[in-house]
């Protein structure tokens, strides 16, 4: 099998929206990642760091899934990274409550050595110092680096971004974030910005209007499924990178047709990830579920239209 290295926290999340409110729980960009990865058949590793607070069981949640936290460091007398939010009504948008970066601030990722030589590599969230680092540690050339960063680096470390930005295929941003990046306000005119700037590949998530593929002059929309409720939107962007990087992986395809069917998977993935509190729904989820609901996606996505002229 194919083997997808993974690096992003595993967390602590507090998370308060319109439908109620946690105490904390599992989360991190790294959690949702290969929760929602573990549905595909390859080989996934998280390189991460937690604090002796996290518990054996969201240890033994990720050993379950196969997930092989070789690179997942348990740092003794550490309290794990931990964030807190409250989202607005519209849970479009959303108030950092307070963040820990606890054992995250000294982290320096050691990419197990039977990882060295993954065929994907996706770079969660993190800052662009210590995703350069994994990249310097991989002993052969990656088919495919997918990577996910947001505003907040954009602001902070611009320069060092920019810096990995140059070194990766595949860049997963929102709307929002394209276009602080660019300066354009034009998706599309972003997304060449983007390309010029190193990535073959642009995909910019827009929640709940879907996601878009952008590769040269081509441009691919994927819709997101219309749901009943939207519980709790977080993780989703995470969830949509772990389907879309663990389709990937398993296909061992990365041409722009088959992208199309990896932002389809994302998107299904994501749209379970938002039906509960945190990960709570990815963990309870099934194949047949996952299944189930790409039927709907198809369904949602296909259509005949006569070119004829009359």
Same mark, same amino acid.
């Given at each position: 099998?194919n083997k997808l290295?993974?690096?992003g926290?595993v967390?602590?999340?507090a998370?308060?929206?319109?439908f109620?409110?946690?105490?904390k ?10 929760l929602?990865?573990s549905?595909?058949? /390859?080989?996934?590793?998280?390189v991460?760091?937690?604090?002796e607070d996290f ?5 033994d ?5 196969d997930?092989?936290i ?6 003794k007398?550490g309290k794990t ?7 607005h009504n519209?849970?479009n948008s959303?108030?950092?409550?307070d963040?820990?970066l606890n054992?995250l601030?000294? +982290?320096k ?7 060295k ?10 800052h662009?110092?210590?995703q ?7 002993t ?6 997918v /990577?996910?960063t947001m505003n +907040? ?7 060092e971004l920019? $810096?990995?930005?140059k ?6 941003v929102?709307d929002e974030e394209?276009r602080?990046l660019t300066g354009e306000?034009?998706?599309v005119?972003?997304a ?6 190193g ?5 910019i998530?827009k929640?709940?209007h879907?996601a ?5 002059k ?5 819709p997101a499924?219309p749901?009943e409720?939207? +519980?709790d939107p977080?993780?989703?962007g ?6 879309f ?6 296909? $061992?395809n990365i041409s722009?047709e088959?992208m199309?069917n990896a932002?389809i998977?994302g ?12 990960? $709570?729904r990815?963990?309870? /989820?099934t194949k047949? $579920?996952?299944l189930?609901r790409l039927?709907e996606f198809?369904?949602l996505t296909?259509?005949?239209i006569s070119?004829?002229?009359?």
């Amino acid at each position: 099998m194919n083997k997808l290295l993974i690096v992003g926290t595993v967390a602590f999340d507090a998370i308060e929206t319109p439908f109620g409110k946690t105490d904390k729980i599992l989360g991190g960009a790294g959690t949702y990642i290969g929760l929602s990865a573990s549905f595909f058949k /390859l080989q996934q590793a998280i390189v991460s760091v937690v604090g002796e607070d996290f518990p054996q069981e969201y240890i033994d949640l990720l050993t379950d899934r196969d997930i092989d936290i070789t690179g997942l460091e348990v740092v003794k007398g550490g309290k794990t990274f931990f964030w807190s939010g409250r989202y607005h009504n519209d849970l479009n948008s959303r108030d950092t409550l307070d963040t820990q970066l606890n054992v995250l601030a000294d +982290f320096k990722p050691v990419v197990p050595e039977h990882f060295k030589d993954a065929d994907v590599v996706l770079l969660g969230n993190l800052h662009p110092l210590i995703q350069s680092s994994v990249l310097d540690q991989m002993t052969e050339q990656p088919k495919l680096v997918v /990577l996910d960063t947001m505003n +907040f680096w954009m602001d902070c470390a611009l320069p060092e971004l920019k $810096e990995v930005i140059k070194r990766v295929d595949v860049i997963t941003v929102n709307d929002e974030e394209a276009r602080q990046l660019t300066g354009e306000y034009s998706l599309v005119k972003a997304a060449a910005k983007i390309q010029q700037m190193g990535p073959e590949y642009v995909v910019i998530k827009k929640g709940e209007h879907g996601a878009l593929l952008f590769h040269e002059k081509n441009v691919f929309f994927a819709p997101a499924l219309p749901l009943e409720e939207v +519980f709790d939107p977080t993780g989703a962007g995470d969830t949509f990178a772990g389907g879309f990087a663990g389709y990937i992986t398993q296909s $061992e395809n990365i041409s722009f047709e088959n992208m199309k069917n990896a932002i389809i998977y994302g998107s299904n993935m994501a749209s379970f990830c938002v039906e509960k509190f945190g990960t $709570e729904r990815m963990v309870s /989820l099934t194949k047949e $579920e996952v299944l189930e609901r790409l039927q709907e996606f198809r369904a949602l996505t296909q259509f005949d239209i006569s070119l004829e002229e009359e």
